[in-house]
Nanobody, 120 residues
């Protein structure tokens, strides 16, 4: 599976942004999908994951970020609201065959990353 993330860009604190991740795979609905991020000097962290019937969030983004998927378009989204300067990071989408990718060990494929700088 190949993943193409898009939608990053500079945003002011308090603003919103929607990231997209398109997958090139015929059996997209069978994949669990996830979003991670990596801030400068920090380790990559889990943000959200979605399977066919469940969605999971890290405590740090619960209530502000919403993950969704459109199987007809082979695409997942991450709607990010009330962004904060500490949300500044490179955001990565991830795919897992059969699991919700809530840890890196469950990830089978990564997107290329899209940068989200949040200005104060």
């Amino acid at each position: 599976v190949q993943l193409q993330a898009s939608g990053g860009g500079l945003v002011q604190a308090g603003g919103s942004l929607r990231l997209s991740c398109a997958a090139s795979v015929r059996t997209f609905s069978r994949y669990g999908m996830g979003w991670f991020r990596q801030a400068p000097g920090k380790e990559r962290e889990f943000l959200a994951a979605i399977t066919g019937g469940s969605t999971y969030y890290a405590d740090s983004v619960k209530g502000r970020f919403t993950m969704s998927r459109d199987n007809a378009k082979n695409t997942v989204y991450l709607q990010m609201n009330n962004l904060k300067p500490e949300d500044t990071a490179t955001y990565y989408c991830a795919a897992s065959q059969g699991f919700a990718p809530r840890t890196e060990s469950r990830v089978d494929a990564w997107g290329q990353g899209t940068q989200v700088p949040v200005s104060s």
